[in-house]
């Protein structure tokens, strides 16, 4: 019998992601797709036409505010393990829709658990809980581990600490294999294009493809532990591996500022940014050095009311228990991004020399 793994959130970067992985490993892979007017599995393309995996791949309609309807996907799947990766995940609108984030981030991840209760399944079923470095927010020590105290700054992160502590409570009350997984900012070239990551990738890639833009940022001295998603989904899936369930950061153990990203995604096309104006404030602007073009603004609808400053994991118990480690620098996954944003754009095959420029950061 193949295992059967249930996934929320699958269109979503990591479900698209953690599918291709499963698949790969053998198993049947179910998951949760909103119905919406536009077509929202793009990312999953690549396995729907692969006719080697795609006969083990089920998309079922479904919403994580429905709790019926996931009573009744996971009475019919009986899934060996429970991946819930749906939620609203974008910090800052979590702000514009905080009882629709509380609802979707927050009770969706009981309604899951309940599920796996009301199906009887507690003995067979193991879950995890997409949690997040967000928990951290105002941080109380640095870097941040397990057991360092949760102070969340945002909608999405208050949302987030139901969803961590429920979890741990089901695993407590009755027994449940189920984990979270707090997981530090994690991207790739399928990240959503409005994270930082990938709207600097994806602007940079305009520019350097001869396309007119100036890259419209927050605050740029924030500071994020930035990692590779492909990586952190076998991570998800080492964790619902173990004898006994638990807790696990999963990071790289570096931190990178946004204007340091900014600087680092320009250099690969061989553009220095010289900063002008008050560090820090509405007027700095980022201009070309050699041309004096300008090609970074700050924009204050960017801005946070609460921002999280600094996020640094610290991945030891990772390491130490699951064997799972981040190999990808910051570098190599802005350039990845990068070559492939410029890849969709761009017709004219330049080639995008890089050499000794990823170690630079
Ligand atoms: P993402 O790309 O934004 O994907 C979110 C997924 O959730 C999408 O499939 C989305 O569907 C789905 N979803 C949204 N609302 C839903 C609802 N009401 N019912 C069911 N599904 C719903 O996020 P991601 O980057 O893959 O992250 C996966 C999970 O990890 C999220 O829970 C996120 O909060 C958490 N997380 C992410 C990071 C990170 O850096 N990426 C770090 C820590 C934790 P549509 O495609 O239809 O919108
Ligand atoms: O912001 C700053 C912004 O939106 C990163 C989600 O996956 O990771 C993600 O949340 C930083 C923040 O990600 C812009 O203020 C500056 O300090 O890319 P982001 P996030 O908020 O860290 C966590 C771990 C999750 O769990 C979330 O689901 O960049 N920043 N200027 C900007 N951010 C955005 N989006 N846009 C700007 O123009």
């Excluded at 949690?131 to 941080?139: N, Q, Y």
């Excluded at 493809?209 to 990692?227: A, I």
């Excluded at 008050?278 to 050699?290: A, M, P, T, Y």
């Excluded at 095959?349 to 990823?358: A, C, G, H």
Aim: proline letters at 3%.
């Amino acid at each position: 019998m193949k295992k059967r793994a249930l996934i929320t959130g699958v269109t979503g970067q990591d479900g698209s992601y953690l599918s291709k992985l499963l698949l790969e490993k053998g198993y049947e892979v179910y998951g949760i797709q909103r119905r919406s007017s536009t077509i929202n599995t793009h990312r999953l393309d690549q396995i729907l036409k692969d006719r080697t995996i795609n006969k083990n791949f089920f998309l079922h309609y479904g919403d994580l505010s429905d709790g019926t309807n996931i009573v009744r996907l996971v009475s019919e799947i009986q899934p060996d393990e429970i991946y819930n990766l749906g939620a609203m995940s974008q910090v800052q609108i979590s702000s514009d829709s905080p009882e629709y984030t509380a609802n979707i981030d927050g009770v969706g991840a009981l309604r899951v658990l309940e599920a796996i209760r009301i199906c009887g399944l507690e003995n067979k079923t193991k879950f995890y809980q997409a949690s997040t470095s967000e928990l951290f927010g105002k941080v109380t020590e640095v870097p941040q581990t397990e057991k360092t105290p949760f102070y969340p700054r945002s909608p999405y992160g208050v949302a987030k600490l139901y969803a961590h502590w429920i979890t741990v409570n089901y695993r407590e009350m009755y027994n449940l294999f189920a984990c979270n997984g707090i997981l530090f900012n994690h991207e790739s070239p399928i990240r959503g294009e409005e994270f930082v990551t990938r709207k600097i990738t994806k602007m940079v890639a305009k520019i350097f493809c001869g396309q007119q833009g100036v890259l419209s940022l927050g605050n740029l001295d924030t500071k994020r532990d930035w990692g590779y998603a492909k990586e952190y989904v076998e991570g998800m899936w080492l964790m619902l591996q173990q004898e006994s369930p638990g807790d696990f950061i999963l990071a790289t153990g570096k931190s990178t500022s946004v204007r340091e990203l900014v600087e680092l995604v320009f250099r690969f096309i061989d553009i220095e940014i010289e900063w002008i104006g008050e560090r820090g404030s509405l007027d700095e602007i980022g201009i070309n050095k050699k041309t004096g073009k300008l090609l970074v603004n700050i924009d204050p609808r960017y801005y946070r009311n609460n921002e999280v400053d600094l996020l640094l994991g610290d991945p030891s118990k990772a390491k130490e228990i699951l064997g799972w480690e981040a190999k990808m620098n910051v570098g190599e996954l802005a350039y990845k991004m990068l070559r492939s944003d410029i890849d969709q754009i761009n017709h004219n095959n330049k080639i995008l020399n890089i050499s000794n420029r990823i170690d630079a950061i």
